[in-house]
């Protein structure tokens, strides 16, 4: 996986994030993703796209709202990880070392949720 430039399309990335989607998997995803070619390579892998579908759209594919609402903690997490000025500046030139401090944020944040129920 590659890293992409902080101002680029969501739309853009999908073929390098989705490659990895296996059978069976749900795939939660906002509007920026309802693409007919994402939801073809979805089918094709045997997964199940649940996206919204877009205002413009002229046939609605199915959608459910209640598995919709799982993806609100994707973004309470991303939400907690911008907090940390590093990764929300995007200060690392490399993207191993960008990828790290992903990580050890994300073990921090798991820390914490571990420690205030222990």
């Not at 996986?1 to 990895?20: E, I, P, R, T, V």
């Not at 995803?29 to 007919?36: E, I, S, V």
């Not at 994402?38 to 996206?51: H, M, P, Q, V, Y």
């Given at each position: 996986?590659?890293?992409?430039?902080?101002?680029?399309?969501?739309?853009?990335?999908?073929?390098?994030?989705?490659?990895?989607?296996?059978?069976?998997?749900?795939?939660l995803?906002?509007?920026?993703?309802?693409?007919?070619r994402?939801?073809?390579?979805?089918?094709?892998?045997?997964?199940?796209?649940?996206?919204p579908?877009?205002?413009?759209?002229?046939?609605?594919?199915?959608?459910?709202t209640?598995?919709?609402?799982?993806?609100?903690?994707?973004?309470?997490?991303?939400?907690?990880?911008?907090?940390?000025?590093?990764i929300?500046?995007?200060?690392?030139?490399?993207?191993?070392?960008f990828?790290?401090?992903?990580?050890?944020?994300?073990?921090r944040?798991?820390?914490?949720?571990?420690?205030?129920t222990?």
């Open positions: 996986m590659k890293l992409s430039a902080g101002q680029s399309h969501d739309g853009q990335a999908a073929d390098d994030l989705l490659d990895h989607v296996g059978a069976g998997t749900i795939v995803a906002d509007k920026a993703y309802d693409a007919d994402i939801r073809a390579s979805l089918r094709e892998t045997g997964a199940f796209a649940n996206i579908p877009k205002a413009n759209r002229r046939s609605k594919p199915y959608f459910s209640w598995l919709y609402r799982e993806r609100n903690l994707i973004e309470r997490f991303f939400s907690k990880l911008k907090h940390f000025r590093r929300a500046a995007r200060y690392d030139k490399l993207a191993e070392n990828l790290a401090m992903v990580q050890l944020a994300s073990m944040l798991w820390l914490r949720v571990y420690e205030s222990a």
